[in-house]
T-cell receptor, first 112, second 115 residues
Framework: NAGVTQTPKFQVLKTGQSMTLQCAQDMNHNSMYWYRQDPGMGLRLIYYSASEGTTDKGEVPNGYNVSRLNKREFSLRLESAAPSQTSVYFC???????????FGSGTRLTVV | DQQVKQNSPSLSVQEGRISILNCDYTNSMFDYFLWYKKYPAEGPTFLISISSIKDKNEDGRFTVFLNKSAKHLSLHIVPSQPGDSAVYFCAASRGYGGATNKLIFGTGTLLAVQP
């Protein structure tokens, strides 16, 4: 009953470093999403993937790239981290027939 | 441009009383609305939803009301319990949150239920 699994749970990066946030779901969902949560800003969509092999930009895509590796996995990459990317990142998955998304427990990223 | 707004960052109520959380939206194309609940260090979890063809949906202690003319929805929790203390996010979509119908979230309201 894992649902959506995100790794790592915590990460500290120096400005300019790169890293990849991993997300995997075991519910056979077609759609996957990356959101970031910031104080006073709520949850904002970074990128999403309607199905394996497709990705699209969300509200705040600048500074990020994504890869839908297969149906289960959707990764988020920061090529050159900036302090403005300090945030909590959530991955989610869904099917159109279900109500809403299933979220992972988040990755807390700090860029210093 | 915030399409989904929750103007109250926080709300405090006594145990057993009613909690009312409010949400406003600007996009008239939204036709499906959801509430999510989030505890610290966890991801948001789905709570209740409503389609634009309805004006009320009830699930146990939770009721969501939709006023399309005012572009306003509210979540009522009766009676409130200390375990309800969490951040509540309102979200809106064109459809059932599928890949082409992305969820747009509000900024959240922190509910504190005092014993």
């Amino acid at each position: 009953n894992a649902g959506v699994t995100q790794t790592p749970k915590f990460q500290v990066l120096k400005t300019g470093q790169s890293m990849t946030l991993q997300c995997a779901q075991d519910m056979n969902h077609n759609s996957m999403y990356w959101y970031r949560q910031d104080p006073g800003m709520g949850l904002r969509l970074i990128y999403y993937s309607a199905s394996e092999g497709t990705t699209d930009k969300g509200e705040v895509p600048n500074g990020y790239n994504v890869s839908r590796l297969n149906k289960r996995e959707f990764s988020l990459r920061l090529e050159s981290a900036a302090p403005s990317q300090t945030s909590v990142y959530f991955c989610a998955s869904s099917e159109p027939e279900t109500y809403g998304y299933t979220f992972g427990s988040g990755t807390r990223l700090t860029v210093v | 441009d915030q399409q989904v707004k929750q103007n109250s960052p926080s709300l405090s109520v006594q145990e057993g009383r009613i909690s009312i959380l409010n949400c406003d939206y600007t996009n008239s194309m939204f036709d499906y609305f959801l509430w999510y609940k989030k505890y610290p260090a966890e991801g948001p979890t789905f709570l209740i939803s409503i389609s634009s063809i309805k004006d009320k949906n009830e699930d146990g202690r939770f009721t969501v009301f939709l006023n399309k003319s005012a572009k306003h929805l509210s979540l009522h929790i009766v009676p409130s319990q200390p375990g309800d203390s969490a951040v509540y996010f309102c979200a809106a979509s064109r459809g059932y949150g599928g890949a082409t119908n992305k969820l747009i979230f509000g900024t959240g309201t922190l509910l504190a239920v005092q014993p």
